[in-house]
Structures are given as structure tokens and as C-alpha cells.
């Protein structure tokens, strides 16, 4: 696929197919992720794939709770507690990419690999969604420790991936540069 097609035509998703990931896509996902540059060429990302539906709908539930969404009478809390799994959309595949907390360009870094991988999963007909309220579960070390990820590491870029009940629409966006120096 055309890289200016992905990147022009390539949003969020929030609603997938009960299908899963393909291991051949999940592993060029990581791929993608892999080859974007890092500060000081580090490449300190470290990759989580989770494609248990009861563990992602678990840390959907903890992700909610570490939020103080639950039991609450905020707005933005019943609108969570609507669905089922409303942090990751009820996705069959999920990719947390985590770095070492003492990494003062991870977020820099991450969310280069996470761009990446995004584009790559639209170039192979996937959706795809960052999940910055999933960051939550840095407040829970058990959690992470769960899921594999050591105590030095954070949660940077929270990622869901599957097939699109239906693309979104792109739209067009314009540059709005701030001033042009010749």
C-alpha cells in the first residue's frame, strides 16, 4: 500500500470484528515498531502482545478502576462503565509498548514505534486506536508484573489493533504553521 495513503487515510478505530490477529500481521506490526528511530539509536522499547479477550477486558476493568472511574457519579465514568470493555474497545489484539522510566526521550521513542505500527497495521487492513487512558495501569505494580513488564519499565503507548467493523472517514487536515523562516 501507498505510504501517503496510510498516512492520510489511516484513524482511529473503536469498533472490531470478532476475528482475530493473524500472527504473520502481529509479528509485522512489531517489525514496524522495531525500525523507528530512537533517541541515540537505544531502541528502548520493549513490546507486550496480549491476545487473551478476558485478560485485555480485565485490564480494561483495572485500567477504569486505577482512573477512579468506578463508583463514582461522573459523567465520564457512566459513560465508561457503558460497554463492557470501553478502554479498549472490545479489541482482539493488544500491544502495549513500555520503556524504562529513567528514559527521559521514551515518550519520544515510543510513540515513534507506535506510528509506525499503526501505519503498518492500516497497510495490512487492520484498525488500530492509542489508548493514552490504558497509561492507568502504571499505578498498578502487580498489574504490570502480571503482564510482564519489569519494575523499571512504564506503560508509554497503549495500542489495540483488529479488523474494523467500518473505516472512519478521513478527513482533511490542513498544516498550520505557526511562522515560515527563510
Not at 492520510?8 to 502481529?26: A, F
Request: proline share 4%.
Amino acid at each position: 500500500m501507498d505510504l501517503d495513503d496510510c498516512i492520510k487515510n489511516r484513524r482511529s478505530v473503536r469498533d472490531y470484528l470478532d476475528k482475530q490477529v493473524e500472527k504473520e500481521k502481529i509479528d509485522a506490526i512489531l517489525s514496524a515498531g522495531a525500525m523507528a528511530p530512537s533517541a541515540r539509536d537505544t531502541q528502548q522499547w520493549r513490546f507486550t502482545v496480549v491476545e487473551d479477550r478476558e485478560r485485555i477486558r480485565m485490564l480494561s476493568v483495572e485500567a477504569k478502576r486505577n482512573l477512579g472511574l468506578i463508583g463514582k457519579g461522573l459523567q465520564l465514568a457512566e459513560a465508561l462503565k457503558a460497554r463492557e470493555d470501553t478502554i479498549f474497545y472490545n479489541a482482539p489484539l493488544l500491544i502495549i509498548v513500555s520503556a524504562k522510566k529513567d528514559d527521559k526521550w521514551a515518550g519520544i521513542d515510543c510513540g515513534l514505534a507506535a506510528q509506525n505500527m499503526m501505519l503498518k497495521a492500516y497497510g495490512l487492513g487492520l484498525g488500530s486506536c492509542y489508548i493514552g487512558l490504558a497509561n492507568s495501569l502504571n499505578k498498578d505494580s502487580k498489574i504490570l508484573k502480571d503482564i510482564g513488564i519489569p519494575d523499571d519499565y512504564a506503560i508509554i503507548s497503549p495500542l489495540i489493533f483488529g479488523y474494523p467493523v467500518k473505516w472512519p472517514e478521513p478527513k482533511t487536515r490542513k498544516p498550520q504553521v505557526l511562522k515560515w523562516i527563510k
